[in-house]
């Protein structure tokens, strides 16, 4: 009879899958007293890898700097036989020059503008999220690890 977690793991397709459609990850950071600084935020993916924009000057900003090494989490739902997730352990990777700042900043803006997600991005748009790239970095996340778990995949039994 297969583990558990056998049973529950996720393909690497439902991965990429699950990842492209949940909105909010989790980065866990280690702070300079040595706890744990955990931060919900929007990201997109390239080339399956999380990438996030964030003020530059951020405490998690300043703990990956320290420490690169995080941990991340993307999960779903509420009752026991929804629960999905994705864990990932993974190496932090700044990228602070405006190009890429500025094009996650637009990737992100599309991503979660909702119904006008097909609209391209205006010129007074891009040049608010142009202006703001001054003061962020982009960070891409260089998996390790990857843990998953899909417990639907227990038809109900615990």
């Not at 949940?22 to 990201?43: F, K, M, N």
């Not at 320290?66 to 999905?84: I, K």
């Not at 700044?94 to 006008?116: C, I, K, Q, S, W």
């Amino acid at each position: 009879m297969a583990k558990r977690r056998d049973q529950i793991k996720m393909t690497p397709e439902d991965v990429e899958s699950f990842l492209a459609d949940e909105r909010v990850i989790s980065v866990c950071t280690i702070g300079q007293d040595g706890w744990p600084h955990v931060t919900a935020l929007w990201y997109v993916l390239r080339d399956s890898e999380p990438w996030i924009y964030t003020y530059a000057k951020s405490q998690k900003v300043r703990n990956l700097e320290r420490d690169n090494r995080t941990t991340l989490l993307v999960e779903a739902g509420h009752e026991y036989q929804e629960l999905r997730g994705v864990m990932l352990k993974a190496r932090a990777e700044f990228h602070p020059d405006l190009e890429t700042v500025a094009g996650v900043a637009e990737e992100l803006f599309t991503r979660y503008r909702g119904n006008d997600s097909a609209k391209p991005i205006d010129e007074g748009t891009r040049g608010a999220l142009r202006a703001q790239a001054a003061k962020r970095v982009t960070i891409r996340f260089r998996i390790e690890e990857t843990v998953s778990w899909d417990h639907s995949k227990l038809g109900g039994a615990y």
